[in-house]
């Protein structure tokens, strides 16, 4: 069986049958041969989703937000309310338009996001100032009809995600929320996951177009030095509200209204959303020449226990007792909220096990022996690093969770540390395209204009860099705004009406993260 075998390429050398291998042995995902884009969630992965809902999910419950559900299908005449946003994004909407063999009357669209579905009903439920704020997600799936190459997890036509949507009453708050959420975002990424991400705001360009500004949290993949969007909190400002008519009566007005009708004041909104997307990441900046690399808090085995010296010549009397060990081990670790589980499979060696559950990602595997047993001790061994160290029986209640604690320090900062070499300050433009070509992403003083981020698009693709035609490994795909992170460079400073943009000869405003991108 294909899952019982290793990854046969090498991460460096073929970046996407890499990929696609770890994901169908390690059994996270399964190809779905009927539908293209579509793929199968396997329990492994599907496990991971459900601690980022858990984690995601009770802390927006602390800050007021309650769970719903919409239908996933919208009507024309509602999906082409809000034009503006709906134009760009029109030619991925999929359309159920047959029921049985009769052509429907009114073919009906199947959600890409839900801004057009629930926006109605906000206007329905949302009356006075004291509706407000009103503060719902949804976790779902939602189908965007993409033409470009998919790839399991990071784009695909079918995927799952939480979408928040929230109403409130003056821009301040809208604005506090936004910010909360993209932390709570940062948190899924770098505390569960061990992935870093930069904070910023998009461009005018980049942000969501029916809102008033988009902030994002930008992870970046080594192996192909491209930059990914992980997650968005927009603030949609007050632009669907008069779309949908949200509106609330102004309570200073009411007061000294006599009779005539008070006036309307739109409500503010955000939206925000966080998508499976995010275990794709993780597998990519993790993952090794052997397979997965699973980051401990997500791991639905965090700790594998496996027996090992145990010879035709042990006694059976000496197997029982080792593998009675073993099962006393689990338990104490189980018992106080470690996910381990052992192998006591006998028709396997150690080696093929220890294969099986690297492959898989486990963090950290336990080797017990007659020999261990007579040293009251275990050989602990790191998936991350393969860093091995023996440790007394009577302290694994203390001595594991410390160690599960420093593989994720360990993950997250070593992604960190190749994460912030990728990051160029560049200051010439000269210097933009061979650092692209370095697998880097770049920050640059830049003036913010729209048609200089189209320009610098069209003057960083290869085609125009007289480069190799396009291909996987070589991307000739311009550069992006990923984002204006909110954390500067200190030096050079940028010195208003003195510092010129990296593309134009406007001046540039602020350093932006520009790059090749999923
Ligand atoms: C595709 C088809 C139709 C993205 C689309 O980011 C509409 C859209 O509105 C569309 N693809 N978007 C933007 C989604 C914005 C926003 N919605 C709530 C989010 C987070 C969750």
Not at 363 to 390: C, F, H, M, W
């Amino acid at each position: 069986m294909s899952s019982q075998l290793g990854i046969e390429v090498k991460k460096d050398a073929d970046f996407s049958t890499w990929y696609t291998q770890v994901l169908k042995r390690s059994e996270m995902l399964e190809y779905y041969e009927e539908v293209s884009g579509c793929y199968i969630i396997r329990p492994l992965a599907y496990y991971i989703w459900q601690e980022i809902q858990s984690f995601f999910d009770s802390a927006i419950k602390k800050m007021g937000v309650e769970d719903t559900y919409f239908p996933m299908f919208v009507s024309q005449r509602q999906l082409e309310r809000e034009k503006d946003h709906v134009e760009g994004f029109a030619p991925e909407v999929a359309w159920v338009t047959k029921a049985g063999s009769s052509e429907m009357e009114n073919p009906i669209a199947i959600r890409p996001t839900s801004e057009t579905v629930m926006y109605p009903y906000f206007s329905k439920w949302i009356r006075t100032h004291r509706d407000l704020p009103l503060k719902l997600n949804q976790w779902c799936n939602v189908v965007r009809w993409e033409f470009k190459k998919p790839q399991p997890f990071i784009r695909t036509r079918e995927f799952l995600w939480q979408e928040g949507h929230t109403a409130h009453f003056t821009k301040e708050e809208a604005d506090a929320e936004v910010h909360q959420i993209l932390e709570l975002y940062r948190q899924v990424y770098e505390d569960l996951l061990a992935v870093p991400v930069i904070k910023g705001v998009k461009s005018e360009k980049e942000k969501f177009a029916g809102g008033l500004y988009t902030t994002t949290i930008e992870g970046f993949i080594p192996t192909t030095g491209r930059g990914i969007q992980a997650a968005t909190s927009h603030c949609l400002g007050q632009n669907f509200a008069k779309m949908f008519d949200i509106v609330v009566e102004d309570p200073n007005a009411l007061a000294n209204s006599e009779g005539k009708e008070a006036k309307k004041l739109h409500v503010w909104q955000n939206s925000w959303g966080l998508t499976t997307r995010s275990i794709g990441v993780m597998v990519m900046i993790h993952g090794d020449d052997k397979g997965l690399v699973l980051p401990p808090r997500i791991a639905s085995v965090q700790v594998i226990v496996i027996p090992c010296g145990l010879t035709v010549r042990t006694s059976e009397e000496e197997k029982k007792r080792v593998e009675e060990k073993i099962n006393d081990v689990v338990k104490e670790l189980n018992s106080s909220g470690i996910k381990a589980k052992a192998d006591l499979r006998d028709n396997y060696t150690p080696g093929y096990k220890f294969n099986h559950w690297e492959l898989r990602g486990v963090p950290l595997r336990l080797e017990i022996g007659p020999r261990d047993l007579q040293k009251n001790q275990t050989l602990s061994v790191r998936r991350d690093n393969g860093v091995k160290k023996a440790i007394p029986l009577d302290e694994l209640i203390t001595c594991i969770p410390e160690i599960l604690n420093t593989i994720h320090k360990d993950m997250f900062e070593k992604a960190k540390k190749i994460y912030d070499e990728h990051v160029k300050v560049i200051l010439k433009w000269e210097d933009f395209v061979p650092a692209l070509d370095g697998k880097n992403v770049v920050l640059v003083p830049w003036c913010e204009q729209e048609h200089c981020e189209d320009k610098i698009k069209e003057k960083s693709s290869r085609s125009n860099t007289e480069q190799e035609p396009e291909d996987d490994k070589a991307p000739s795909m311009g550069a992006k705004s990923l984002c204006i992170p909110f954390e500067q460079p200190k030096e050079p400073a940028i010195v208003p009406g003195e510092t010129k943009c990296i593309s134009c000869d406007g001046f540039a405003k602020r350093y932006a993260l520009f790059g090749r991108s999923y």
